[in-house]
């Protein structure tokens, strides 16, 4: 242990977000990502712990479907 590590400050207390499940929370979980089809920026949708259930897996990189022109 550092002398810093015993001495320096707290972090700072994350702000409450509202979910997409109508809660707010201070630690959102991740339960989908919204991409702009105009090129802007997209969103990303959290949900809280207590309510993350009734989402489904989000589907990983690798079990995406192949895009065939």
């Known amino acids: 242990m550092t002398r810093d590590a015993?001495?320096?400050e707290p972090a700072p207390a994350?702000?409450?977000?509202?979910?997409l499940c109508?809660?707010?929370?201070?630690?959102p979980v991740i339960v989908g990502?919204?991409?702009?089809?105009?090129?802007g920026a997209g969103?990303?949708?959290?949900?809280c712990p207590d309510?993350?259930?009734q989402y489904p897996p989000r589907a990983r990189?690798?079990?995406?479907p192949a895009v065939r022109p």
Do not use: N
């Not at 109508?22 to 630690?27: K, L, Y």
């Not at 990502?33 to 090129?39: A, E, F, R």
């Not at 990189?61 to 995406?64: A, D, I, P, R, V």
């Open 6 to 8: 015993i001495t320096s």
């Open 14 to 19: 994350r702000k409450p977000i509202l979910a």
């Open 22 to 27: 109508g809660c707010w929370t201070t630690a």
């Open 33 to 39: 990502d919204v991409q702009s089809m105009s090129g």
């Open 43 to 47: 969103f990303t949708q959290y949900a």
């Open 51 to 53: 309510h993350v259930h």
């Open 61 to 64: 990189w690798g079990e995406l």
